[in-house]
């Protein structure tokens, strides 16, 4: 299986930080990797797909970038609503798998 | 609009079943394929199992194989995971979930599973 290795883990912020998270594959999986935000008590929500793509609907303060097996997700102003949990997901091959997640937290 | 709604959580003893379902509407149904992914109290996300857009295939996690059976009814627009055996660890809230492409683009609101006697 794949695994996903998210750093942090947690994080504290200001608003209108600049805010990076790395997700790591144990293997190539091209650009089969997704973000998804989670608030407390809520389902996940699509950010990014294919590593970079905005899914439609999501503020452009989000983007998503690759660099060989690593995988950034880039908050470019933290907003007050951002504060959240994070997940990568690989879609390359089964089992689909998370990372452990990163908690936004406010500093 | 997408709507994904599931039901059949509650607390149930350990070593029995239950059968969770996942009603679908505004889309076509039987064009997609479905995860079940569930997230225990506290913990971060753990996919378990997806099944074809024509329930010809069907893949799970390693935690749940021979334990749990995902399937699925076109006709009604429904998912379903029998879950069989159960223990405390599946105790979480169990997502049915859209795919499109690649990706998990539409999540329910989710149904909580407590195994405790």
């Known amino acids: 299986d794949i695994q996903m290795t998210q750093s942090p883990s947690s994080l504290s912020a200001s608003v209108g930080d600049r805010v990076t998270i790395t997700c790591r594959a144990s293997?190539?999986?091209?650009?089969?990797l997704n973000w998804y935000q989670q608030k407390p008590g809520k389902a996940p929500k699509l950010l990014i797909y294919?590593?970079?793509s905005l899914q439609s609907g999501v503020p452009s303060r989000f983007s998503g970038s690759e660099s060989g097996t690593d995988f950034i997700l880039t908050i470019s102003s933290l907003q007050p609503e951002d504060f959240a949990t994070f997940y990568c997901q690989q879609s390359h091959s089964m089992p689909y798998t998370f990372g452990q997640g990163t908690k936004v937290e406010i500093k | 609009q997408v709507q994904l709604v599931e039901s059949g959580g509650g607390v149930v003893q350990p070593g029995r079943s239950l059968r969770l379902s996942c009603a679908a509407s505004g889309f076509t149904f039987s064009d997609y394929a479905m995860h079940w992914v569930r997230q225990a109290p506290g913990k971060g996300l753990e996919w378990v199992a997806v099944?074809?857009?024509?329930?010809?295939?069907?893949y799970y996690a390693d935690s749940v194989k021979g334990r749990f059976t995902i399937s699925r009814d076109n006709s009604k627009n429904t998912l379903y995971l029998q879950m069989n055996s159960l223990t405390a660890e599946v105790t979480a809230v169990y997502y049915c979930v859209r795919q499109t492409t690649q990706w998990l683009v539409d999540w329910g609101q989710g149904t909580l599973v407590t195994v405790s006697s």
């Open positions: 293997q190539s999986i091209s650009r089969y």
């Open positions: 294919a590593a970079s």
């Open positions: 099944i074809t857009y024509d329930g010809s295939n069907e």
